[in-house]
């Protein structure tokens, strides 16, 4: 049987643990763009205390053997669910509030045996200029070619959250957008 503070010190850590997990996935929510170092500086030191805490715990539970695999394995489910998560947020945020659709030009294209194709885009928003590298299929990527242009939506919250909206777009297309259009709810406006 466990004793009271053995049983607080678990409630404690586990509560240290899961407000670390909320802001290792909720990134992109608590801290936009990365605006601002402090926010940085408390991704980073709650993504590296992760697997201390966790650590800690188990071994206050004389968790012996599997410590560090338990650990690692954690770690790694994180780290994979909290980017597959940052994705998301940037898509429902580009549907739920809208977004810029502008032009960006194909910089550099990657393809190999052992990963899909993708290509880099440069794009210019809020007097910055960003980078993106989109996977994309087979027969996308073997009809683009550097320097082409391409259509992408950034979110109106970040700039640096971006989908690609038209891999091949018209010239009239690509007039309209050279400014920036507004998208909502699936329609362009001016």
């Known amino acids: 049987m466990m004793s009271k503070q053995r049983v607080f010190l678990n409630i404690g850590i586990i509560a240290v643990l899961c407000i670390i997990t909320c802001i290792i996935i909720g990134r992109r929510l608590l801290f936009p763009c990365d605006s601002n170092w402090l926010f940085f500086g408390i991704w980073l030191f709650s993504y590296v205390s992760f697997p201390i805490v966790l650590f800690h715990l188990l071994k206050v539970n004389n968790i012996d053997e599997s410590r560090w695999f338990w650990t690692i394995i954690a770690l ?18 580009i549907k739920r509030n809208g977004g810029v659709v502008k032009t960006a030009v194909v910089y550099e294209r990657y393809s190999s045996i052992k990963s899909s194709e993708s290509i880099s885009i440069i794009y210019e928003a809020d007097g910055r200029t960003i980078t993106a590298i989109y996977n994309c299929s087979r027969e996308i990527f073997e009809n683009l070619i550097i320097g082409d242009t391409v259509l992408i939506v950034y979110s109106l919250r970040c700039p640096d959250w971006n989908l690609p909206y038209n891999y091949f777009p018209t010239p009239k ?8 259009r507004l998208y909502k709810n699936g329609k362009l406006f001016d």
């Open 76 to 93: 790694l489910f994180i780290s994979i669910y909290s980017f597959h998560k940052e994705s998301d947020i940037a898509l429902k945020e």
């Open 173 to 180: 297309e690509i007039q309209h957008a050279k400014q920036g």
